[in-house]
């Protein structure tokens, strides 16, 4: 019994992983065992390089259960893979169908031709297998084609002047109308009206798809070419110019008319310059254009008519002239000095072509005429000047400097005239100097003119005339010239000078102040003036003393005296004494334009109260004693006071003094003291205040009570 259980217990474990391994067995190898189909959805056929094209199939999972699949796509040129995709990856159920997509494009190197397109599917066979294997493949055939290589050329413009001798400029432009980019050239030609061709430079460039190039061409006409109907032809080729097997895709083809040029010039202007005068060059400017379309060699015959009739020749000259350009040609002729003024002229002749050609065509024809005039004479005031070595004022002499200019065509001796004009308009003519210049020769004359000291200031003027001639008489004969200049002249010096005679010290209320001034003229003529003298208060106040007009001599002296009463109304303090002198009395009433002025200053003092005359009147026992005293103010005695001590008096007494004569300013004042009983000493002084509050104290008196 126990050798059976020890035997079962050894097989059960031995059959039971034999079942397990049957299981896996059947599980990997029936049941989860790879299977697939692979179908193409449509026919891939051609394509072209460089565009896209897609591959579709569709797979179905044969497998008993779920399994995984990777699809993947080569594209080959027989055994060769020319481009693998991105695998796919999916997990398919059972009889499951999957549409797979690849969109694929082949490029160069890559060449038309054919290709396969193989679609297969690798899984992992085993779970335990860690490799993929191929489980189906399915392959099509298809085709790459060439790509179309295509373009056209066409004429944009053609500019220029279309005349032989001149720039055709050929304007085109080439479109890249293929369906790949590539190397394009361009040549061509342009064919005369005789069949003659020239040969246009070829042109190298790239085009990309629907790319355009714009290029153009420079044809420079011979002169010598035919006039008419030009071929221009422009062709495009596919490949580079050097390229032997390039293709021509285009041809374009276009007329233009071409002229001939012509020839042809005018005389634009016919300029005469220089003097027109006896014994003068003249010159002679001839403007030539060259109207025609071509440049030309010209040739001009000149020649001069003069007064008389006579016909000189001038020198012949050629020019050579560009289209639309101007050249001058300059000519050169001497007047003759005598009988040689009148009219003239100059003919002038147009050749196209050398002097010396036979052939030379007749262009043009032109005539100028002028007038010749007899030589002039002439001076001309250059300028006119006036100066002093002092200040220009009247009394003083001035020079009158006038600068000249022979301005005329002949040597000569001119007269020259000076007039000077005052303020007050009256003239002063000055006797006339000659004055010998040659042609352009300039010279300088100076006039002296005293202003009489009476004159009146102001702006005057002075006239410098030039004459041609002057008489036996001094009559001055054809003016040519007269100029005037302008200049100030100030007036007598005008001066006057103020001042105050002595010191002004203090003064007290009621005083008069005598103020002495002093009035002198300093200038150069006899002048009125207005005095002024003033005094001005504390308070600014202004008390004018004079304010008159005065008479003075040339350096007179005049002495006047003022008098300033100080009223007990004026205030104390500073006063200031103001004496001036001007030249004027104003419109506003005041004097205007001061010449001096002088100041001092004086004090005004109000003083303290000035007792005198204390007495004490019978001091006796029993009896009041008066005291009298005199007391004085400059202005007003406001208040007198007695302070007294006596006997029996333990303090001071004070009594109220009575005015009984004179006025508030001085008077006489008494009072009485108490009455003493017995005798003893009586000690007193006088106490007096002023309207202004300041106060005096008289000494200090004493007297016995007998």
Request: aromatic share 8%; charged share 25%; with cysteine.
């Amino acid at each position: 019994m126990k050798k059976g259980l020890k035997k079962a217990l050894i097989i059960i474990p031995v059959v039971l992983f034999s079942l397990v391994i049957i299981g896996y067995i059947v599980y990997d190898y029936v049941l989860m065992v790879p299977s697939i189909t692979i179908a193409y959805e449509k026919n891939i056929g051609q394509q072209k390089l460089d565009t896209e094209f897609k591959v579709q199939v569709e797979i179905e999972s044969l497998s008993v259960l779920e399994r995984e699949y990777i699809v993947n796509l080569e594209l080959k040129s027989g055994t060769e893979v020319k481009a693998s995709l991105q695998p796919q990856i999916f997990r398919l159920k059972p009889r499951t169908k999957q549409n797979v997509e690849f969109v694929c494009m082949l490029s160069e190197p890559v060449i038309p031709g054919l290709y396969t397109a193989n679609v297969f599917v690798t899984a992992k066979k085993s779970i335990f297998s860690s490799s993929l294997e191929m489980i189906n493949e399915n392959g099509q055939e298809f085709a790459i084609a060439e790509k179309i290589v295509n373009g056209i050329i066409n004429f944009i413009d053609i500019k220029g002047a279309k005349k032989v001798g001149e720039i055709l400029n050929v304007n085109a432009v080439a479109k890249n109308t293929g369906e790949v980019g590539k190397p394009f050239s361009v040549d061509g030609s342009i064919i005369n009206p005789k069949g003659e061709s020239a040969q246009l430079p070829t042109k190298d460039f790239s085009l990309k798809i629907e790319e355009s190039k714009i290029f153009s061409y420079d044809y420079n006409i011979p002169f010598e070419a035919p006039a008419g109907k030009y071929k221009i032809i422009l062709n495009l080729f596919a490949g580079e110019s050097k390229d032997n097997s390039k293709k021509k895709l285009a041809e374009q083809e276009q007329e233009v008319e071409v002229s001939a040029r012509v020839i042809k010039a005018s005389v634009e202007a016919v300029k005469v310059r220089g003097k027109l005068k006896s014994g003068e060059a003249v010159g002679f400017d001839i403007d030539l254009k060259n109207t025609g379309d071509i440049e030309k060699l010209f040739s001009i015959e000149a020649s001069l008519t003069d007064a008389s009739g006579k016909v000189v020749s001038l020198p012949g000259k050629e020019l050579q002239i560009k289209v639309d350009e101007t050249k001058k040609a300059a000519y050169e002729y001497l007047i003759p000095m005598k009988d040689s003024d009148g009219k003239y002229k100059i003919n002038i002749i147009v050749y196209a072509g050398s002097a010396n050609d036979l052939t030379k065509m007749k262009m043009a024809e032109s005539q100028q005429e002028f007038t010749v005039a007899e030589r002039i004479t002439k001076a001309s005031i250059v300028k006119v000047s006036v100066s002093s070595k002092n200040k220009i004022k009247v009394g003083e002499t001035i020079t009158i400097t006038a600068d000249l200019k022979n301005t005329g065509e002949t040597d000569h001796t001119f007269p020259v005239a000076v007039v000077a004009v005052n303020a007050g308009k009256a003239t002063v003519k000055l006797n006339a100097k000659i004055i010998p210049l040659k042609v352009g020769e300039a010279g300088q004359l100076t006039f002296d003119y005293a202003i009489p000291l009476e004159s009146t200031a102001g702006n005057y003027e002075v006239k410098v005339s030039t004459y041609n001639n002057m008489d036996n008489l001094g009559n001055l004969i054809e003016m040519y010239e007269e100029k005037v200049s302008v200049f100030a002249v100030a007036g007598a010096n005008i001066s006057g000078s103020a001042s105050l005679v002595g010191t002004l010290g203090k003064f007290g209320f009621g005083d008069s102040v005598s103020i002495k001034t002093k009035f002198s003229n300093s200038g150069e003529l006899r002048h009125s003036y207005f005095i002024k003298l003033e005094v001005i208060d504390p308070a600014k106040k202004v008390s004018t003393i004079f304010n008159e007009k005065i008479e003075l001599d040339k350096l007179g002296v005049s002495e006047k005296k003022g008098e300033f009463k100080v009223d007990p109304s004026v205030l104390d303090g500073k006063y200031t004494a103001v004496v001036s002198i001007w030249d004027r009395l104003g419109d506003d009433g005041n004097p205007t334009g001061k010449y001096g002025e002088d100041t001092q200053t004086f004090e005004v003092v109000d003083t303290e109260p000035v007792i005198t005359n204390v007495i004490g009147v019978a001091p006796v026992i029993g009896k009041a004693t008066t005291i009298v005293a005199t007391v004085k103010d400059d202005k007003e005695v406001k208040t007198v006071m007695l302070v007294y001590q006596g006997p029996g008096m333990s303090e001071v007494g004070k009594e109220i003094m009575i005015r009984t004569s004179g006025n508030k300013k001085e008077g006489s004042y008494n009072t009485q003291t108490r009455r003493f009983n017995y005798a003893g000493s009586l000690n007193y002084y006088i106490e007096a205040t002023d309207s202004k509050g300041q106060k005096s104290k008289s000494p200090e008196s004493k007297t016995q009570i007998k």
